[in-house]
C-alpha cells in the first residue's frame, strides 16, 4: 500500500473512529434507559404499558436502521418545521445517536425482559415475607441478579451498535465509513482506501469483542 495513502486515510479514520465511539456510547447508555424502561414494562401487569412498549419495539425491530436513520434525519425535521412555520435543520451527529439510542433500546428491551423474568421467584416472595416493599424487592433483590445476567448481552449489544454506525453515514454523519468514502470521493483510490477501512474496523471490532470476553470471564467468577 502507498505510504501516501496511508498517511492521509489513517487520520481521518481516526477522527471518524472518536465520532463513532461517541454515537455508540451515548446512544447504548440512553438506549439502555431506553430499553429497561421498555422491558420492565413488557413484563408488568400494566396493559398499557405493555401495548407501548410492544408498538415500539414492533416498529423499530420491523424496520431497517438505515430506514430509521433516513426517517429520524430528513422526515422528522421536516414534520418539526411544518409545526413550528420555519426551517429546522437537525444536526446529523444527533440524529446518528437518536436512532443508535432507539434502536439499540428495541433489542435491550427484549434482554432486560428475559433479565427480570429470570430472578428467582422464590427470593422474591422471601423479600416480601420480610417485609420489604415492591420498590425495596426490585432494587435489592431483582436487579441485582438480573444485571449481572443482562451485562454479557449488552456489551454484545454496544458492539453491535459501533458496527451500526457504519450505516449512518448516508446521512453524513463523519463516522469512519463516512470519512472513507469522503477521501475515495476526493481521489478515487478506491481499493487501499476501503480496504484500510475494513482493517480498521476488524481491529476496533476486535478488540471489543476481547475486552467483552475478559468482562465475561470475570463475571464467571
Not at 495513502?5 to 481516526?14: D, E, K
Not at 431497517?64 to 444536526?91: C, K, N, R
Request: proline letters at 3%.
Amino acid at each position: 500500500m502507498d505510504a501516501a495513502v496511508f498517511s492521509a486515510v489513517l487520520p481521518m479514520l481516526v477522527k471518524g473512529f472518536y465520532i463513532t465511539m461517541e454515537i455508540a456510547i451515548i446512544g447504548i447508555l440512553l438506549g439502555f434507559v431506553l430499553g429497561a424502561a421498555s422491558g420492565y414494562a413488557l413484563q408488568s401487569g400494566n396493559r398499557a404499558a405493555q401495548a407501548v412498549a410492544g408498538v415500539y419495539v414492533w416498529i423499530i425491530r420491523g424496520t431497517p436502521i438505515v430506514v430509521q436513520a433516513l426517517y429520524v434525519y430528513f422526515v422528522v425535521p421536516a414534520m418539526i418545521s411544518l409545526a413550528q412555520g420555519e426551517q429546522y435543520v437537525l444536526d446529523s451527529t444527533i440524529a446518528g445517536i437518536i436512532v443508535i439510542t432507539v434502536n439499540a433500546g428495541a433489542f435491550i428491551s427484549a434482554i432486560v425482559k428475559g433479565a427480570l423474568e429470570s430472578v428467582d421467584v422464590g427470593q422474591i416472595e422471601a423479600g416480601y415475607a420480610l417485609g420489604l416493599t415492591k420498590r425495596e424487592v426490585l432494587f435489592h433483590i431483582i436487579i441485582p441478579p438480573a444485571f449481572k445476567v443482562m451485562l454479557p448481552a449488552l456489551f454484545n449489544q454496544f458492539i453491535i451498535s459501533v458496527k451500526d454506525t457504519a450505516m449512518l453515514s448516508i446521512i453524513s454523519v463523519n463516522e469512519i465509513t463516512r470519512q472513507t468514502q469522503n477521501y475515495v470521493a476526493r481521489t478515487y483510490n478506491t481499493i487501499p482506501a476501503y480496504t484500510m477501512c475494513a482493517v480498521f474496523y476488524l481491529v476496533l471490532l476486535s478488540a471489543l469483542m476481547v475486552l467483552q470476553h475478559v468482562v465475561e470471564n470475570r463475571l464467571k467468577k
